[in-house]
Each structure stands twice: as C-alpha cells, then as structure tokens.
C-alpha cells in the first residue's frame, strides 16, 4: 500500500532553515508528484508547491518561493523540503502528500493534482 | 489565486440526519478540455492529516462509505452526508487544483 513516512519534528530559532523529509513507497516514485502543503494551527491547509519524483522539476507557490526549496533522491525513494529565514509565523505541520491518477478520455491525459495520500506530518516549531 | 469559500463555518446535525457543506470558488473550476471540475474534498479530524473522499468534484475515493457524495459544478460545489455517523465529526475542506498556487477554503466543521 502507498506509505508517506515524514521525518520528526523540529525546533528552531527565528531565521534558521530547516530540512524535512518524506520517504516514499509502495508505488512508482517517478510516475507521481509530491505536493507539500502546511497547515498551522486551527488554519486551513496551505498549498507550498510539488516536485515530481525523479525528474526533480517543481513548481512553487509565489508565497514560498523565495524561502523554500524541493529536492529528491531517486535512490531512496525521498523528497525533502528545505525552508529558510524562519519566522514565527512558519509553526505548523508540514505535509508531504501525493498527486491522484492522471485522468485520461479520448481528449488526452491530465495531471490530477488532488492528494490522494498523505504523510504523517512533521511539526515544525519556530521559537526564540 | 483562486478563492475558495465554505457555508456555513460550522453545523451540528442529528445522528443519521443529512448535512450539506457548500463551497464556491472565485472562478470556474470547469476545465474545457476534459469537462472536469478540478475540485476535491477532504475530511480532517484532530491530530491527523487530511483524508481524501471526493475528486473530480463527484468521484468517491476507493473506501470512503458511500453516505458521502459530492456534486456541483464550474463554482458551486456540495459535499453531502446523507446520514451522519458518530465518526463523521471532523472538519471539511474543499480544495481547487485548476490552477497554482491551489487553494483551500476555510473548513467547514461538523457537530454531532
């Protein structure tokens, strides 16, 4: 069955980076991608931006843009997420999720970027 | 970006009553090409991640009961519990992938 295993929590200090991982399996790692969205607390889920497994192309969320960074190991089958300059408006649990089935018809076939399987989360929390 | 609303904010409904959970987006989420709607819904209790049950606006994922059924179209959307359970407390988010950045709304939470 599909497993997201994200890495543990983490404290840090107001402008620190951070580096969360999210270990993948029981699918084809480079035929799906890998959305991240975070989520603080008592807030809706907010979209960062998704990376393909393998390819390593990504797109991000103009918000996150600047401060985050994605990245993959093929070999291991893991995506990490890298934010820095830390506020303390970053204190929220991190998700790795993953993309849905391409929808394919006569028409051809579409990216289905709903999030069909989710990690576990990772708190991060951002304190001085 | 794409804006996404929920009615009401919250609900409490009667064991095996209906509840109906309304979202609309600030654009069609019609795409042209594939006559879909790029929109899902998610059901969210404390301490867990989101769980997908709709995409596509209407198709149920694999294992979600089948009480739970989701209709609307280009940017008017409805979840619908035909009859709520115990287990069915939680909050409720719709969610467009149309275009980036996607967007979630605010949550609808549902009371027993």
């Known amino acids: 069955q599909v497993q997201l295993v994200q890495s543990g929590a983490e404290m840090r200090k107001p402008g620190a980076s951070v580096k969360v991982s999210c270990k993948a399996s029981g699918y084809t790692f480079t035929n799906y991608y890998i959305h991240w969205v975070r989520q603080a607390p008592g807030q809706r889920p907010e979209w960062m931006g998704w990376?393909?497994?393998?390819?390593?192309?990504?797109n991000y969320s103009p918000k996150f843009q600047v401060r985050v960074s994605f990245s993959t190991d093929t070999s291991a089958n893991t995506v990490y997420m890298e934010m820095s300059s830390l506020r303390f408006e970053d204190t929220a649990t991190y998700y790795c999720?993953?993309?849905?089935?391409?929808?394919?018809?006569?028409?051809?076939?579409?990216?289905?970027?709903?999030?069909?399987?989710w990690g576990q989360g990772t708190l991060v929390a951002v304190s001085s | 970006d794409i804006v996404m609303t929920q009615s009401p904010d919250s609900l409490a409904v009667s064991l095996g009553e209906r509840a109906t959970i309304n979202c609309k987006s600030s654009?069609?989420?019609?795409?042209?090409?594939?006559?879909?709607?790029?929109l899902s819904w998610y059901q969210q209790k404390p301490g867990q991640p989101p769980k997908l049950l709709i995409y596509?606006?209407?198709t149920r994922e694999s294992g979600v009961p089948d009480r739970f059924s989701g209709s609307g179209s280009g940017t008017d959307f409805t979840l619908t519990i035909s009859s709520l359970q115990a287990e069915d407390v939680a909050v409720y988010y719709c969610?467009?992938?149309?275009?980036?950045?996607?967007?979630f709304g605010p949550g609808t939470k549902v009371d027993i």
């Open positions: 654009q069609s989420l019609l795409f042209g090409s594939n006559k879909q709607n790029y």
């Open positions: 596509w606006a209407s």
């Open positions: 999720a993953r993309s849905g089935l391409p929808y394919c018809d006569a028409t051809g076939c579409y990216t289905a970027e709903y999030f069909q399987h």
């Open positions: 990376i393909k497994g393998g390819s390593g192309d990504s």
């Open positions: 969610h467009q992938y149309y275009s980036s950045p996607f967007t």
